[in-house]
């Protein structure tokens, strides 16, 4: 019949539809490898000492509430969910800001040493924070901020914004220079135009580098090793590793502790998953 499609090319349409069976499996391979360890822990949580000693792998039978109410009455472990907190917001918003700022400058103005500056942020993304850990720790001695979380927030600020400036520097630059001189037309200021025309142009970077500075601060481990010694000044990733060492026994305990401290950053992760999948694509676009 005219208009009739073979069964052949209905056959490969769908084929390429759904993807290779291979497909799913490999990813469905990666989620549970990813997801599964994730899971496991929570679960621990509402199990006994004796439960996980007998059956490793087992669901709760019955399940226990005691060892996430005993961590959530604990003052300690509020105390430093308040400091992780306090550190992750105060890097998030330092981040943005002075990363949006500077990007702006290498962006949109040309001066002798722009693609050097910008090649400088770039290198900063190869220069791990574990070669820098002792000439930091001995900066941050020098300047009296050691066991005080703005000792830990500023080196997780300098650390954070070759990345945010990496992003945001296409975002910046794809911003077409007819706006900017519609703008000053009008009577626009450069700061004007920053603000009103820059700022919500380009906030899909901006989220995009936001939650990615927060989710790093959160998990931050080194850097408070080092520089906090006070069990109320921790975050809570040290919080983890010093409560585990005290109930070093009470597995199931531990593993509520350690699910309570990693949900904020899952959570807060999958909540903006597609704001951050849409923001590195924008950047590679521009």
């Known amino acids: 019949m005219p208009g009739s499609r073979p069964a052949q090319v209905i056959r490969k349409d769908r084929s390429l539809r759904w993807g290779s069976p291979v497909t799913y499996l490999v990813a469905t391979v990666l ?33 226990q509430l005691g060892n996430y109410g005993s961590v959530l009455s604990s003052p300690l ?3 430093q969910v308040g400091n992780s907190t306090i550190s992750a917001l105060s890097t998030t918003v330092a981040v943005v800001v002075l990363g949006v700022m500077a990007s702006f400058v290498i962006a949109r103005y040309d001066f002798r040493g722009s693609a050097g500056l910008y090649s400088l942020f770039a290198a900063g993304l190869m ?76 906030l899909p970077g901006v989220i995009t580098t936001g939650i990615l500075a927060f989710i790093g601060a959160w ?24 409560f585990a060492s005290q109930y070093s026994v009470d597995t199931a305990r531990v593993l509520a502790f350690t699910s309570l401290s990693m949900i904020p950053a899952l959570v807060f992760f999958s909540a903006f998953e597609r704001r951050i ?7 590679v676009k521009g």
């Open 219 to 242: 998990n931050g481990y080194m850097l408070p090793l080092f520089i906090l010694n006070n069990e109320s000044q921790y975050t809570l990733p040290l919080g983890v590793q010093a």
């Open 127 to 202: 220069f791990p924070m574990t070669v820098a850990i002792t000439p930091l720790y001995i900066l941050v001695k020098g300047l009296g901020l050691t066991n005080s979380l703005l000792g830990v927030i500023l080196p997780q600020i300098a650390f954070a914004l070759p990345t945010t400036i990496i992003i945001m520097v296409p975002f910046l630059r794809a911003i077409p220079k007819e706006i900017e001189e519609a703008a000053s037309i009008d009577g626009a200021s450069r700061l004007g135009f920053f603000f009103r025309m820059v700022v919500p142009l380009s």
């Open 31 to 63: 989620v549970a490898i990813c997801v599964g360890p994730v899971i496991y822990i929570i679960l621990g949580g509402f199990r006994t000492n004796s439960q996980i000693t007998t059956d490793p792998s087992g669901f709760p039978g019955p399940w």
């Open 277 to 283: 999948v849409g923001g590195l694509t924008g950047a």
């Open 77 to 79: 472990f509020w105390q």
